[in-house]
């Protein structure tokens, strides 16, 4: 979601899900399950953000205040005095393209194994994203190499940024991407951060690791 001025926080975001009983011979009142949604930011310095949810025979909607530019994990929980049970967190962007664009290349090294990654991605005057993310890791069998095919979202919260969209492995598609760049000044080598989280597909072993320092090059947050 785009934030409602630039500078500013969304208006209100009001999620919706279902919940189910298991199928086992003992059906109760679906309606007494209690849900709590919470946002859990990609980036630290914005604190978690509760979504009052109301239960209406199932069918849940949780409301979040105005959000903050960030990537939010949405994690649901189902407890109380009637129910327990696990939800499937989701995931929520918040952008704001007043912010600016991010740029620059560099080396990392991820399970002992070296990679090249160039990131180049910014908002256009319509609101669009413009350019993508490749990273090749350079194992024994042969090079990996990701590549964005489309950008959802880049969520700038000061030098960082965490873009997210699809991409292939290899030419395969059916990834979901996130990036999350730190730019820490200059040089950027051994002081700026990147990390990668792949989901899909099925590469083994796969390309999913936190922000780790670079060990050549230099990231950019304009």
């Known amino acids: 979601m785009q934030v409602s001025a630039p500078g500013g926080t969304t208006s209100p975001v009001t999620l919706t899900g279902t919940v189910a009983e298991t199928a086992d011979a003992s059906p109760g009142d679906i309606s007494k399950a209690s849900v709590t949604v919470t946002l859990i930011p990609a980036v630290a310095g914005t604190p978690n953000i509760s979504c009052p949810a109301t239960n209406t025979n199932g069918v849940i909607s949780a409301v979040c205040p105005g959000v903050p530019v960030n990537a939010y994990t949405a994690r649901w929980t189902i407890g109380g005095d009637y129910y327990q049970g696990a939800g499937v967190n989701t995931v929520l962007a918040v952008y704001d393209p007043s ?124």
């Not at 292939?168 to 040089?187: C, F, I, K, M, W």
């Open 99 to 222: 912010l600016g664009f991010v740029t620059g290349t560099g080396s990392v090294t991820d399970n002992g194994v070296g990679a090249d990654f160039a990131v180049s991605v910014k908002y256009q005057k319509s609101g669009a994203l413009q350019g993508g993310v490749t990273y090749v890791e350079h194992r024994a069998g042969g090079d990996v190499t990701v590549s964005t095919t489309s950008l959802t979202s880049m969520s700038v919260v000061g030098t960082t940024a965490v873009i997210i969209g699809q991409a292939t492995v290899n030419g395969v598609g059916g990834y979901s991407l996130r990036a999350t760049v730190t730019d820490n000044g200059e040089p950027g080598a051994n002081r700026d951060t990147f990390g990668l989280e792949l989901s899909g597909g099925t590469l083994n072993p796969p390309v999913s690791f936190a922000p780790v320092v670079i060990t050549a090059g230099n990231l950019q947050t304009h």
